[in-house]
C-alpha cells in the first residue's frame, strides 16, 4: 500500500481538475509534516474503508465527503483540452471515478510486483469489492468498475479521449511528493519508493512529467521486487501486516496470509 501510493497520487494528478484540487486546498507541498501528514491520512482511510466495520467505513466515507465539499474552484490557466475557468469539483463522481480506479490498478500492480501476481477471478474480486464504496462517495452504483477487463477499458480510454494532461501544478507537486523536505534521514525508503512510483507509471504519463527510466532503472526496480518478495516470505505476519488488516482476519476468522477483501494491506 505505501508503495503504491505515490504512483496513484501521481496518475490522479495527470488530470487537471485534480491536480487543481489537490494544489489549492491540500497543502500538500507544505512541508515535511504535511507530507507525512498527507499520506498517513490516505493510508488510514484506505485500510478503514477495506478492513473496517460498516460503522468505521460510513465513519470515514464522511470525513472524506466533508473534505471533499470544501473543495471546488475554478483552472487558473489552461492545461491540455481544459480551458481556463473549467470548474472543479471534488464531488464530481467523475473526478471521484478517476481517483478511485488510479488506486484501485495500483495497488494491484504494486501487489503483482511485490508480493505476487493474483489471478485473473481475485482481480476481478478486489474490483468487485472495492466498487461497492461508490454510493458512499455520490458515485451511482454500477460506475466503477467492478471487473480488471473494465478497469482497463476505463483507464484506456481516458488516454484515448485526451482528458489526462501533465501541467506545472502538477509537476510542482510531483517534485514535493518525491523529493519532500528531510528526505536524507530515509533516504533509503524514498529511493524504493521513487523507483516504484516512476517504474510503474505509464509511460505515456512518465513522459508527460519529463521523468527519465533507463533500461537499468527496470532492472534495479526487478531486483528490489525480488529482495522484498524472497524477505516476506521469512518475514512472520505481526511485522509483515498492518494491525488493521490482522484485526480484520481475527474478526472474519480469515487464517494468517490469506487475503482479506482483496490484497492484504502490507
Request: hydrophobic content about 45%; aromatic content about 8%.
Amino acid at each position: 500500500m505505501v508503495l503504491g501510493w505515490g504512483r496513484a497520487i501521481l496518475m490522479q494528478l495527470a488530470h487537471p481538475l485534480v491536480a487543481a484540487g489537490v494544489g489549492a486546498h491540500s497543502g500538500f507541498d507544505a512541508g515535511a509534516l504535511a507530507y507525512v501528514q498527507r499520506m498517513r491520512s490516505t493510508i488510514g482511510a484506505m485500510l478503514s474503508l477495506t478492513f473496517g466495520t460498516e460503522s468505521e467505513v460510513r465513519e470515514t466515507a464522511g470525513r472524506i465527503n466533508a473534505i471533499h465539499r470544501r473543495v471546488h474552484g475554478r483552472l487558473d490557466c489552461a492545461v491540455g483540452g481544459y480551458p481556463a475557468g473549467t470548474p472543479y469539483d471534488a464531488t464530481d463522481p467523475a473526478l471521484l471515478t478517476w481517483v478511485h480506479c488510479t488506486l484501485i490498478d495500483s495497488q494491484l500492480r504494486t501487489y503483482a510486483l511485490f508480493v505476487g501476481p493474483l489471478a485473473p477471478d481475485e482481480e476481478d474480486r478486489y474490483c468487485a469489492e472495492a466498487a461497492q464504496i461508490g454510493p458512499l462517495f455520490g458515485v451511482a452504483a454500477g460506475d466503477l468498475p467492478d471487473t480488471k477487463g473494465r478497469l482497463d477499458g476505463y483507464l484506456e480510454r481516458m488516454q484515448r479521449e485526451d482528458r489526462l494532461a501533465v501541467g506545472e501544478g502538477a509537476r510542482r507537486l510531483a517534485g514535493a511528493l518525491l523529493a519532500p523536505p528531510g528526505r536524507r534521514w530515509v533516504a533509503p525508503a524514498l529511493w524504493l519508493g521513487r523507483l516504484t512510483t516512476v517504474g510503474l507509471l505509464p509511460a505515456f504519463i512518465r513522459d508527460a512529467y519529463g521523468f527519465p527510466w533507463r533500461a537499468r532503472d527496470a532492472r534495479r526496480l526487478r531486483s528490489a521486487a525480488a529482495v522484498l518478495r524472497a524477505a516476506r516470505r521469512v518475514t512472520p505476519p505481526a511485522l509483515r501486516e498492518w494491525p488493521a488488516a490482522r484485526k480484520a482476519r481475527s474478526r472474519h476468522g480469515v487464517p494468517s496470509g490469506a487475503p482479506a477483501a482483496g490484497p492484504p494491506a502490507e
